[in-house]
């Protein structure tokens, strides 16, 4: 089974707010995560590599 991680968790990894991860998704940036039986967003290890292109391509994109 693949390793699932919650919002909590993806923000430590990425290094940032949940205001982010919700926002790339509507303007999608992101693919909307699974969701568990509460409803609570799952994310998988490859949503995680995603966000960390999109910090990596916005950082570049910013010091050109």
């Known amino acids: 089974m693949s390793q699932y991680h919650r919002v909590k968790d993806v923000e430590k990894l990425i290094d940032r707010d ?4 919700f926002r790339w998704e509507k303007e999608g940036k992101i693919n909307p995560p699974i969701r568990d039986s509460r409803g609570w967003r799952l994310y998988t290890e490859a949503d995680v590599e995603k966000m960390k292109q999109l910090i ?7 010091q050109s």
């Open 56 to 62: 990596n391509f916005n950082i570049g994109f910013s």
């Open 18 to 21: 949940k205001t982010t991860l």
